[in-house]
């Protein structure tokens, strides 16, 4: 099973730009396909946006498409979440995960990964 590590969490004020990053180890990373999600206080976890093995396919939540761009490096075992436009309903916790398939179809639900991240922080203030 994969490790996975987030990175690039912070505060911003609403209208500012962060970029996540999440560094896999212990796995052949272009057999995963990666997605970010996100949960808020209270909140269940969602779907924010995932990408194939290769790149080809992404998909995003109707929230942040648009705003929202994830993006991997095979080179490098590591996917990028580049959030611009923030927004104060964009605070929460984001978590990276994988799924081992080389499928191109859409996973957007957290029960089709099997590996977690631990999670980085993002605070937008109004």
């Known amino acids: 099973q994969v490790q996975l590590v987030e990175s690039g969490g912070g505060l911003v004020q609403a209208g500012g730009s962060l970029r996540l990053s999440c560094a896999v180890s212990?796995?052949?990373?272009?057999?995963?396909?990666m997605g970010w999600f996100r949960q808020a206080p209270g909140k269940a976890r969602e779907f924010v946006a995932a990408?194939?093995?290769?790149?080809?396919?992404?998909y995003y939540a109707d929230s942040v498409k648009g705003r929202f761009t994830i993006s991997r490096d095979n080179s490098n075992n590591m996917i990028h979440l580049q959030m611009n436009s923030l927004k104060p309903e964009d605070t929460a916790v984001y978590y990276c995960?994988?799924?081992?398939?080389?499928?191109?179809?859409?996973?957007?639900?957290?029960?089709?990964?099997?590996?977690w991240g631990q999670g980085t922080q993002v605070t937008v203030s109004s």
């Open positions: 990408i194939s093995w290769s790149g080809a396919m992404r």
């Open positions: 212990g796995g052949t990373f272009s057999s995963y396909y």
């Open positions: 995960a994988a799924r081992l398939t080389r499928s191109g179809s859409v996973y957007n639900t957290e029960y089709q990964y099997g590996s």
